[in-house]
């Protein structure tokens, strides 16, 4: 199974344009499951749905929660569901097999105050604080990825319109307005590293923000730079990347934005992706009832 395996995970990168970080996750999902076919001498002939079964509950056992069941069986499916289409196999042994997840857990976000905060705490005298400025505003503005943050190209900005072009998941491209605050941070930053690279005498990059060392920033240097940048504001809870994700699109519904606007800046490809937003936003309003209504 390990060569159809192999094949699969080209499948999803070549043809369904899908992410390395993608194909990465697919491939640990998969390589759980290929050990304990190896383990049972399981090919894809004698494989059958009680094999599956056995595996999920070994995992469960293993404290693995529902949600991780439920992404490791979701990788098994189209799996075999690539193997079906090549006709390497004639059913989908994983086809009937559902995990149960009982309860959604809503995205944690900041409040805009927090983000308020972590946009002021970037603001500096320095050159690097300008573009520290500069990534925070774009950021909180458009509600990117991290990856699509890192990615963002100088000719990706359209500085008359005011739009910059995101390059999302499958390298789908969705053009998102700036609002004048990130603009103006990204221009004061565009003339900072137009004298960086001309102190430095080396040909330019394609690349928007750089790091000090003038190369493109890396996911994990985001995380941590995100990290330190928290700390400063004196946010003592955890805050990771996709928080201002969460926070831009919580904000964005709050302000009163429409849900399909909302779809299109964030470039889900699914409406019900962006719908877990109006639950959180259901709760922000039944924890004000409680607060504020006179029976409470």
Same mark, same amino acid.
């Given at each position: 199974?390990?060569?159809?395996?192999?094949? @699969?995970?080209? &499948?999803?990168?070549?043809?369904?344009?899908?992410?390395?970080?993608?194909?990465?996750?697919?491939?640990?999902?998969?390589?759980?499951?290929?050990?304990?076919?190896?383990?049972?001498?399981?090919?894809?002939?004698?494989?059958?749905?009680?094999?599956?079964?056995? &595996?999920?509950?070994?995992?469960?056992?293993?404290?693995?929660?529902?949600?991780?069941?439920?992404?490791?069986?979701?990788?098994?499916?189209?799996?075999?569901?690539? /193997?079906?289409?090549?006709?390497?196999?004639?059913?989908? #042994?994983?086809?009937?097999?559902?995990?149960?997840?009982?309860?959604?857990?809503? #995205?944690?976000?900041?409040?805009?105050?927090?983000?308020?905060?972590?946009?002021?705490?970037?603001?500096?005298?320095?050159?690097?604080?300008?573009?520290?400025?500069?990534?925070?505003?774009?950021?909180?503005?458009?509600? /990117?990825?991290?990856?699509?943050?890192?990615?963002?190209?100088?000719?990706?900005?359209?500085?008359?319109?005011?739009?910059?072009?995101?390059?999302?998941?499958?390298?789908?491209?969705?053009?998102?307005?700036?609002?004048? =605050?990130?603009?103006?941070?990204?221009?004061? &930053?565009?003339?900072?590293?137009?004298?960086?690279?001309?102190?430095?005498?080396?040909?330019?990059?394609?690349?928007?923000?750089?790091?000090?060392?003038?190369?493109?920033?890396?996911?994990?240097?985001?995380?941590?730079?995100?990290?330190?940048?928290?700390?400063?504001?004196?946010?003592?809870?955890?805050?990771?990347?996709?928080?201002?994700?969460?926070? @831009?699109?919580?904000?964005?519904?709050?302000?009163?934005? =429409?849900?399909?606007?909302?779809?299109?800046?964030?470039?889900?490809?699914?409406?019900?992706?962006?719908?877990?937003?109006?639950?959180? =936003?259901?709760?922000?309003?039944?924890?004000?009832?409680?607060?504020?209504?006179?029976? =409470?």
């Amino acid at each position: 199974m390990q060569s159809e395996a192999s094949e @699969f995970l080209e &499948y999803i990168v070549v043809e369904r344009g899908l992410s390395q970080n993608t194909r990465s996750a697919y491939e640990s999902d998969l390589s759980k499951f290929l050990e304990f076919a190896k383990l049972k001498r399981l090919t894809l002939q004698n494989l059958t749905m009680a094999h599956l079964r056995e &595996y999920l509950g070994k995992l469960k056992s293993d404290d693995l929660g529902p949600r991780s069941l439920s992404r490791k069986l979701s990788a098994l499916k189209q799996f075999f569901q690539f /193997c079906l289409r090549e006709g390497k196999i004639k059913s989908n #042994p994983a086809e009937l097999l559902t995990v149960l997840v009982k309860t959604k857990r809503l #995205p944690k976000h900041l409040s805009v105050d927090e983000s308020f905060k972590l946009i002021e705490v970037s603001k500096g005298a320095s050159e690097s604080s300008v573009r520290d400025q500069a990534m925070m505003e774009l950021w909180y503005a458009t509600g /990117c990825r991290v990856s699509e943050l890192a990615r963002i190209a100088c000719e990706d900005l359209d500085w008359k319109s005011g739009l910059v072009c995101l390059k999302g998941k499958g390298n789908r491209q969705r053009w998102v307005p700036l609002n004048s =605050d990130a603009l103006e941070a990204a221009r004061a &930053y565009q003339k900072v590293r137009h004298e960086w690279v001309r102190r430095a005498g080396l040909p330019d990059l394609s690349v928007f923000f750089l790091t000090s060392r003038f190369r493109p920033f890396t996911r994990q240097a985001l995380w941590k730079w995100l990290a330190e940048l928290a700390k400063k504001a004196g946010i003592r809870r955890k805050v990771w990347p996709h928080m201002i994700r969460h926070s @831009f699109a919580t904000h964005v519904l709050q302000g009163g934005a =429409d849900l399909r606007t909302v779809q299109e800046l964030l470039g889900h490809q699914s409406i019900a992706t962006t719908q877990v937003y109006t639950h959180l =936003d259901i709760e922000n309003l039944k924890t004000m009832q409680r607060k504020f209504h006179p029976r =409470d």
